[in-house]
């Protein structure tokens, strides 16, 4: 089953609007660990946000920032004042398990477009 | 700089000819990682380590190898490539100390078997 949904095949944004990117998630352990990464055009993944299943506060990088509500197993992510260079693939992932054997479950991704 | 890098970037090669993709981190990483990714199929794990000589199988280990005889590398093998294996592959590392929920992936490595 799949572990990571993300339902959103493509977005699109104008510039210096929000976007929220929807993730779910599936899971039966209380420890684990959600995340978000962006993959522009050029290939590279580059780590966004990162929220413990035990953190309290929703986790916050500049203008990203995860809302995390555990009960619905639900982890957007929200962009604040996009940019033309958000332009990008957008994946969530998920660690289960304190340590289970250091893999990401990867959801199949949305691509966001944003627009002058 | 920290970072994690693989080699070749590019390559096409042919059926059956045996290659390896090179990944090598300069972090002291305990945990590293292969994955591929694939049009609309996301990064799905094809083997793991958690630390020197200590390897086990991600979600799709079928046609790869793997060997951690040193912390630093991490190479794939592809004995017998075939052309379900072209896809674009990423390395990724993690560590045990500090911030450990990072990790941080090598550039990727596009592989087109023919």
């Known amino acids: 089953a799949q572990k990571i949904t993300q339902t959103q095949p493509g977005m699109f944004v104008q510039e210096k609007e929000a976007v929220t990117l929807d993730c779910t998630y599936d899971?039966?352990?209380?420890?684990?660990?959600l995340f978000w990464y962006k993959q522009p055009s050029s290939g590279e993944m580059i780590f966004l946000i990162y929220?413990?299943?035990?953190?309290?506060q929703n986790a916050t990088e500049g203008r990203y920032s995860l809302n995390f509500q555990k009960a619905r197993k639900s982890a957007n992510l929200v962009i604040s004042a996009s940019q033309l260079g958000d332009s990008a693939m957008y994946f969530c992932?998920?660690?289960?398990?304190?340590?289970?054997?250091?893999?990401?479950?990867f959801g199949k991704g949305t691509s966001l477009l944003v627009t002058p | 700089e920290a970072q994690v890098t693989q080699n070749p970037r590019y390559l096409i090669t042919v059926t059956g000819k045996k290659l390896t993709v090179t990944c090598s981190q300069n972090?002291?990483?305990?945990?590293m990682s292969w994955y591929r990714q694939d049009p609309g199929l996301g990064l799905r794990q094809i083997y793991y380590?958690?630390?020197?000589?200590?390897?086990d199988k991600g979600d799709v280990p079928e046609g790869y190898k793997v060997s951690r005889k040193e912390k630093r590398n991490f190479p794939l093998i592809l004995e017998s490539p075939s052309p379900n294996q072209t896809s674009l592959y990423f390395c990724?590392?993690?560590?045990?100390?500090?911030?450990?929920?990072?990790?941080?992936f090598g550039p990727g490595t596009r592989l087109t078997v023919t």
């Open positions: 380590s958690m630390n020197v000589e200590v390897t």
């Open positions: 990724a590392s993690r560590g045990v100390a500090g911030r450990v929920y990072e990790q941080y």
């Open positions: 929220q413990g299943s035990y953190d309290e």
């Open positions: 992932a998920m660690r289960e398990g304190e340590d289970s054997g250091y893999a990401l479950n």
């Open positions: 899971t039966s352990d209380q420890s684990y660990g």
């Open positions: 972090m002291n990483h305990e945990y």
